[in-house]
């Protein structure tokens, strides 16, 4: 009985969130469109749409609803950039990975721990003349390598590193080649 009551609870719970889905791709597509508007928006709410699907049908939520979302949109701005702060997320998985077994650091401190070290390795690499890149991030992108590192951990612990990476992988692709149709359709 009570499990009859909470499945169909859930089920209303995702008829909501399909029917806000289709409302906003309408109305940013929709603006997009006759008012041209900004085609970063229409990206991050298909972005955030594909999250939706993701997490309804694989329980994927690596990333986080943004953090893949505003990878993809720098990687189409500059190529250069998302690389590094692909790179920087690699960097702070390894090292939150190595915390979570040898510390035994999980929850809140983990999260926490993973954005610190992006902001700072990120601040230092986008801040400095370590790597020659003429463009800099927004003090916002400098958690997002974090955020993923995180997520990715958390996903794969539950559901297989191997998986959760296929289906970032696979997320990451296909807002790219998404934004990458939006671009050249709105030209």
């Known amino acids: 009985m009570i499990v009859e009551k909470l499945e169909t609870l859930n089920e209303k719970n995702w008829k909501i ?29 298909i972005g955030v749409v594909t999250n939706t699907l993701f997490y309804k049908f694989f329980r994927y939520r690596a990333g986080g609803i943004l953090a893949m979302p505003l990878l993809a ?17 690699i960097i702070v998985f390894i090292y939150i990975e190595f915390i979570f077994n040898s510390i035994v650091m999980y929850g809140r401190r983990l999260y926490l721990n993973a954005c610190l070290v992006s902001i700072v390795l990120s601040t230092i690499t986008f801040h400095s003349n370590l790597i020659h890149l003429t463009n800099t991030i927004p003090t916002y992108m400098t958690v997002i390598p974090g955020i993923l590192a995180y997520n990715l951990h958390f996903d794969g612990n539950n559901n297989g590193h191997k998986k959760t990476l296929i289906l970032a992988i696979a997320q990451f692709i296909m807002l790219i080649i998404i934004g990458k149709a939006i671009l050249l359709w709105m030209r």
């Open 73 to 89: 949109l720098y990687c189409l701005d500059s190529p250069k950039v998302c690389m590094v702060l692909i790179a920087i997320a």
């Open 17 to 45: 969130v399909w029917f806000w889905s289709a409302l906003a791709l309408v109305i940013t597509i929709g603006a997009g469109v006759l008012f041209d508007f900004p085609k970063e928006t229409i990206i991050l709410t």
